[in-house]
């Protein structure tokens, strides 16, 4: 997503334009025990925190969000084993938990429950936390890492650990990053993918099980527009919206019907029509252009969310809907609904799940406690020049925005909970405009009026039945 800097979650990414003027555009993301979510740039987290990975300056677990008030201006963010990452407007990258192989990049070894800033590192536009080693795009296109290189996942033709930023060697034209636990992996603007780090299951997908610590081509692998990673495999999500996947099967997570291994990356069947993806440690997640949600690998502790604990090497429906951001934890899943509420199943016994117990699984989706992805301080109008009215509002099947003065060539322009452009009506003139739900899912929207490209008003507007 992108204005003037990109938005990218880690796990899953999403190429859509990002509401310039409102400030609540979300994300969320979590790490092998703990979870992570930005709301109105402010972080809340939850969840495991015995080496300070919350960056709100204590090492105390929390089975509810709580803020992190040191954080400020944080606009996407990831989870590592005991380590978080956050990425700033401003271009800089903040990191806070566990450092002993340096994957907090401050140029020090020592773990830390504030955020350090990440040495020398500017104008980045993408984060990705691997187990204990770190990724970050830049706006010029290139990759810089930090952190455990003991498999070559820096990528930077070494395996010395670094504890201050290192180019990633021979890539350039990135678009897109990813990480597995000890691997990397990146897709260029032309589609391809490539990767580096720990082969030992086939992950990096070149046909071999060597490790690499500078990026190769994957074999065969074409039109790409995301990556992610897990313990020992990867995805790739095509711009046909199928999924492709390599490295280990043992418990399914290749999703391709069989439980074998494989070094060159096979599709993962009965899915189609997917604009995001995750991974978790050992299992995948899909997001479908119906906003419906889907599973496979391995189900321990109910990460799939089917309601039982059988692994499935096929993709299996979740039971939650209008679903438009997914992440995935070490085992424990999470999706945000267009309502702006968070719903998570999965492993809990950190109390990573946020509903306020640090035990007892949940092999279907609950809803997170005491968040909502919408700020609470969201005005109901920003910068307005045209006072307007809304009504209904909330409304069902169509509204009437009404305005105090005639449009001669006004745009409306209608945004989704997570600042994705949803609905756009140009050449409206007059002062009123109806708008009908149509296909649109119950949810929380703001519109934003433009007159001859300067923006009038902006305002909330709920949907519901």
């Known amino acids: 997503m992108k204005t003037k800097r990109y938005l990218l979650i880690l796990f899953c990414t999403v190429a859509n334009g990002i509401l310039p003027t ?4 979300q994300s969320i993301a979590a790490g092998a025990s703990h979870t992570l979510a930005v709301c109105d740039y402010q972080v809340q987290v939850w969840g495991f925190n015995l080496y300070g990975q919350f960056g709100n300056g204590t090492n105390t677990d929390s089975y509810l969000p709580i803020s992190a008030p040191l954080l400020t201006n944080v606009i996407s963010l990831d989870g590592g084993s005991n380590f978080s990452l956050f990425l700033k407007n401003d271009g800089t990258v903040w990191a806070s938990g566990s450092n002993i192989f340096g994957q907090l990049g401050d140029g020090t070894n020592t773990d830390s429950n504030i955020p350090a800033q990440v040495s020398s590192l500017t104008n980045a536009i993408a984060i990705a936390a691997g187990w204990e080693h770190s990724i970050a795009l830049k706006n010029d296109s290139t990759v810089w890492t930090w952190g455990n290189n003991g498999y070559g ?9 670094s504890n201050v930023p290192v180019q990633v060697v021979g890539l350039s034209g990135i678009r897109a990053i990813g990480k597995g636990r000890h691997h990397s992996l990146a897709v260029k603007s032309d589609g391809t993918v490539w990767a580096w780090g720990w082969n030992g299951n086939g992950q990096l997908g070149d046909g071999t099980l060597i490790d690499s610590n500078v990026p190769l081509q994957v ?7 995301a990556v992610a990673g897990g313990d020992g495999h990867s995805y790739a999500l095509k711009n046909d919206g199928t999924i492709w996947a390599s490295g280990l099967n043992a418990h399914g997570q290749l999703g391709d019907g069989t439980n074998n291994w494989s070094t060159t990356f096979v599709q993962v069947i009965n899915l189609s029509g997917i604009n995001a993806i995750a991974s978790g440690r050992l299992h995948g997640m899909a997001l479908k252009n119906d906003s419906t949600v ?14 039982n604990t059988n692994n499935s090497n096929t993709p299996l429906q979740v039971p939650i809907t209008d679903v438009i951001k997914i992440t995935v934890g070490g085992e424990h899943s999470i999706a945000l609904k267009n309502s702006g509420t968070l719903w998570s199943w999965g ?4 109390g990573q799940l946020g509903n306020g117990t640090g035990a007892n699984n949940y092999t279907t989706p609950i809803q997170t406690t005491g968040i909502s992805c919408l700020s609470t301080a969201t005005p109901e109008k920003v910068n307005a020049i045209v006072e307007t009215t809304i009504y209904p509002n909330p409304f069902s099947e169509e509204t009437t925005i009404t305005a105090t003065t005639y449009f001669t060539n006004a745009t409306l322009i209608l945004y989704n909970v997570v600042g994705e452009k949803v609905k756009t009506i140009a050449a409206i003139t007059g002062n009123t405009i109806v708008l009908k739900k149509g296909n649109l899912p119950n949810g929380i929207y703001v519109i934003q009026l433009l007159e001859n490209s300067k923006i009038i008003t902006t305002k909330k507007l709920i949907i519901s039945n």
């Not at 409102?22 to 555009?25: G, P, V």
């Not at 996942?153 to 650990?161: A, E, H, M, R, Y």
């Not at 074999?219 to 527009?225: F, H, P, Q």
């Open 294 to 307: 889907w599973t496979w690998g391995i189900n321990s502790y109910g990460q799939l969310g089917n309601g």
């Open 347 to 350: 492993l809990n016994g950190n």
């Open 22 to 25: 409102i400030t609540f555009a």
């Open 153 to 161: 996942q820096l990528g930077n033709g070494s395996n010395t650990d």
């Open 219 to 225: 074999t065969g692998l074409t039109n790409v527009k």
